[in-house]
Antibody, heavy 119, light 107 residues
Framework: EVHLVESGGGLVQPGGSLRLSCAASGFTFSSSWMTWVRQAPGKGLEWVANIKPDGSEKFSVDSVKGRFTVSRDNAKNSLYLQMNSLRAEDTAIYYCARYYENSGPIDYWGQGSLVTVSS | DIQMTQSPSTLSASVGDRVTITCRASQSISYWLAWYQQKPGKAPKLLIYKASSLQSGVPLRFSGSGSGTEFTLTISSLQPDDFATYYC?????????FGGGTKVEIK
C-alpha cells in the first residue's frame, strides 16, 4: 500500500526557513515523478513544484522560484522541500504527492504538513 | 499561464440530483485535465484524468467530458458521500494550475 508521510512543518517567522520531508513507501519511489501541492487555510489548491524520478529536472511555480527547492533522495525514499525567505502568503498545508503513471494526475497524497509563517 | 475557471463556485443539490460542474481553460489544453474531490480536513482524491478517464475505484456515477477549453464533471445521481469540494487541474503545460473549486452543498 502506498504511503506518503510529511514532516517538518511548523511556525516560522517571516524571512525564515523550513525544510519539509516526505517519506514514501509501498511503491518504486525512484521511478516516480513527485510533486508538492499547497493549500492556504480556507483556499484552493496550488501546485508548487515537481521533480523527475532521477532528480535531473525540476519545475516550480513562479511565486516560489529562487526561494523553494525541491529535491529527493532515492536511496532513502524521501522527497524534500527546502523553503527559504518565507512570507506570510506561504502559510498553507503542504502536500507531498505522487503522479499517476508519471503523468499529470496525482493518485496518492500525503496527509499534509502545516506551515505557518507569522511573527 | 493557463487560467482555469470553474463554475459555479457553490452548488446546492439534493441526494439523487444530477450535478454538472464546468471548468474552462484560458487556452487549449487538449484533454490534459483532471478532476479531484476534497472533503474537509482531507487530501484531495483523483476522480477523472485525461478529461474523461475514470480513476480505478471511483464510482461510475462520476463522468468527465470535454476537450480544448471546455470541460465538465457530471455526477449522475448525487449520493450523501459526494458532498465535497471539486477541483479541476490542467496538466498541459507549466505552471500546472487548478480551478478555484466548486463546493457541492446539501440543499
Amino acid at each position: 500500500e502506498v504511503h506518503l508521510v510529511e514532516s517538518g512543518g511548523g511556525l516560522v517567522q517571516p524571512g525564515g526557513s523550513l525544510r519539509l520531508s516526505c517519506a514514501a513507501s509501498g511503491f518504486t519511489f525512484s521511478s516516480s515523478w513527485m510533486t508538492w501541492v499547497r493549500q492556504a487555510p480556507g483556499k484552493g489548491l496550488e501546485w508548487v513544484a515537481n521533480i523527475k524520478p532521477d532528480g535531473s529536472e525540476k519545475f516550480s511555480v513562479d511565486s516560489v522560484k529562487g526561494r523553494f527547492t525541491v529535491s529527493r533522495d532515492n536511496a532513502k525514499n524521501s522527497l524534500y522541500l527546502q523553503m527559504n525567505s518565507l512570507r506570510a502568503e506561504d502559510t498553507a498545508i503542504y502536500y507531498c504527492a505522487r503522479y499517476y503513471e508519471n503523468s499529470g494526475p496525482i493518485d496518492y497524497w500525503g496527509q499534509g504538513s502545516l506551515v505557518t509563517v507569522s511573527s | 499561464d493557463i487560467q482555469m475557471t470553474q463554475s459555479p463556485s457553490t452548488l446546492s443539490a439534493s441526494v439523487g440530483d444530477r450535478v454538472t460542474i464546468t471548468c474552462r481553460a484560458s487556452q487549449s489544453i487538449s484533454y490534459w485535465l483532471a478532476w479531484y474531490q476534497q472533503k474537509p480536513g482531507k487530501a484531495p482524491k483523483l476522480l477523472i484524468y485525461k478529461a474523461s478517464s475514470l480513476q480505478s475505484g471511483v464510482p461510475l456515477r462520476f463522468s468527465g467530458s470535454g476537450s480544448g477549453t471546455e470541460f465538465t464533471l457530471t455526477i449522475s445521481s448525487l449520493q450523501p458521500d459526494d458532498f465535497a469540494t471539486y477541483y479541476c487541474k490542467q496538466y498541459n503545460s507549466y505552471p500546472l494550475t487548478f480551478g478555484g473549486g466548486t463546493k457541492v452543498e446539501i440543499k
